[in-house]
T-cell receptor, first 119, second 114 residues
Framework: GAVVSQHPSRVICKSGTSVKIECRSLDFQATTMFWYRQFPKKSLMLMATSNEGSKATYEQGVEKDKFLINHASLTLSTLTVTSAHPEDSSFYIC???????????????FGEGSRLTVL | AQSVAQPEDQVNVAEGNPLTVKCTYSVSGNPYLFWYVQYPNRGLQFLLKYITGDNLVKGSYGFEAEFNKSQTSFHLKKPSALVSDSALYFCAVRDPYNFNKFYFGSGTKLNVKP
């Protein structure tokens, strides 16, 4: 089956620093990837849609300058949390859709998530 | 607007008993419905989907779901629960007008007791 690899799985950083999270599709091409944020005991909140070779599309209320997204290749998207603060602590999950499959029927494949803790 | 509702925060069932995790949806257009499972500190794993065709959909790990158009429901079921099925389950619907958008339910925690 399709595999999405997300790294790092856990990261602890100091307030004010930046953290980069990588999301890779290992055995398929993904022109589109998605970044979600999940709060404890809550559902997933879509933050942005990452498009290969173009700018990401952010959901309303998500700061573009705070959550930088880069999708430089068909298999890699990165999320950089800039000038992180404790309120950015969360579980971040990426997902991808196989570009070779029909857009309306293909399911999303999810990474294992990244637990960010900002001290 | 598209939405999904999971009315139960938690479902408790004894091992070996059948389980049902409920999901209802509201979609303008054809519904594309999905079930995912999440184990602690992990990403979501795809279980099954309904796109069209047979209302009873079979998926991974012995799970199945029944699409009911009149009741706008897509309940997840399994004939005999295992302790290892204990996890968080999410129902999701794809936006029929924007295939990149998924709407997730609030999640249902399934507890299977030995």
């Amino acid at each position: 089956g399709a595999v999405v690899s997300q790294h790092p799985s856990r990261v602890i950083c100091k307030s004010g620093t930046s953290v980069k999270i990588e999301c890779r599709s290992l055995d398929f091409q993904a022109t589109t990837m998605f970044w979600y944020r999940q709060f404890p005991k809550k559902s997933l909140m879509l933050m942005a849609t990452s498009n290969e070779g173009s700018k990401a599309t952010y959901e309303q209320g998500v700061e573009k300058d705070k959550f930088l997204i880069n999708h430089a290749s068909l298999t890699l998207s990165t999320l950089t949390v800039t000038s992180a603060h404790p309120e950015d602590s969360s579980f971040y999950i990426c997902s991808a859709r196989d570009s070779q499959r029909a857009a309306n029927t293909g399911e999303l494949f999810f990474g294992e998530g990244s637990r960010l803790t900002v001290l | 607007a598209q939405s999904v509702a999971q009315p139960e925060d938690q479902v408790n069932v004894a091992e070996g008993n059948p389980l049902t995790v409920k999901c209802t949806y509201s979609v303008s257009g054809n519904p594309y419905l999905f079930w995912y499972v999440q184990y602690p500190n992990r990403g979501l794993q795809f279980l099954l989907k309904y796109i069209t065709g047979d209302n009873l959909v079979k998926g991974s790990y012995g799970f199945e779901a029944e699409f009911n158009k009149s009741q706008t429901s897509f309940h997840l079921k399994k004939p005999s629960a295992l302790v290892s099925d204990s996890a968080l389950y999410f129902c999701a619907v794809r936006d029929p007008y924007n295939f990149n958008k998924f709407y997730f339910g609030s999640g249902t925690k399934l507890n299977v007791k030995p």
